[in-house]
């Protein structure tokens, strides 16, 4: 309970901002594939061997979060972001269907561009609108959940270790190897509020002599073993 609600209030989940990766067909034109990362990961290994799996038709290469038995992810379905007391979520999803993670994804943007994805998030906005702010509980990823129904290909949980901005109690050696771990929720590694247990996997590769981190008030915490 704890955890769900450090994330939800996260500013992250409330900015306009997070809603242009679902343009990011038109934002590259030229391009037909691309790894897509959010601002709050720490990339530990080499992800070029993304570019080579096969994505068999799909647009989105990303983590399923509905893996319970999975040390990797926090455990969720549709039913942890969507309201199924409203109607029109009650008649149109399945609250059992598996979730999956933005935050380091790849992206076919050649099949992508030959869908229907972004009208559909379009559409679901409109609808939440037209419902008050009912049909889901935070964020930007509830219609995304939707728009990509259909079109995502499961990769290993090993790729993307979510939740440690919101699990303190997110096992050290998973974190440890995975490629890329994220600080998704409220306590990022740069914040006071940061789980000190896990802030050193990000503090540690900060330059704090860096003049864009020293006039964002980034001060170099307490070094800590890992």
């Known amino acids: 309970m704890l955890a769900s609600k450090l994330q939800a209030r996260s500013p992250k989940y409330i900015s306009l901002l997070n809603h242009l990766r679902i343009y990011l067909p038109e934002l ?47 455990s969720k379905r549709f039913r942890t972001y969507f309201n199924f007391s409203h109607p029109v979520i009650a008649r149109s999803l399945d609250p059992d269907e598996c979730a999956w993670a933005y935050g380091m994804n790849i992206f076919d943007l050649a099949v992508w561009r030959k869908t229907n994805i972004r009208d559909t998030y379009h559409f679901w906005l409109k609808e939440n609108l037209k419902s008050g702010l009912t049909l889901w509980k935070f964020g930007t990823l509830p219609p995304a959940l939707i728009a990509f129904r259909g079109h995502v290909h499961g990769i290993d949980p090993s790729w993307h ?65 890992e």
């Open 28 to 74: 590259f034109p030229n391009l037909n594939k691309v790894v897509f990362l959010d601002d709050d990961i720490v990339v530990q290994r080499d992800l070029s061997p993304l570019w080579a799996i096969n994505l068999e038709g799909k647009v989105n290469g990303a983590v399923e979060t509905c893996r319970g038995e999975d040390s990797w992810v926090m």
């Open 161 to 225: 270790l979510l939740g440690l901005g919101y699990q303190d109690k997110t096992d050290i050696e998973s974190v440890r190897r995975a490629a890329v771990i994220h600080y998704n929720g409220q306590c990022k590694p740069w914040l006071d509020i940061a789980f000190k247990n896990l802030q050193p996997f990000w503090t540690n590769h900060v330059n704090y002599s860096n003049d864009f981190v020293r006039n964002c008030h980034i001060l170099e915490p307490e070094r800590v073993k």
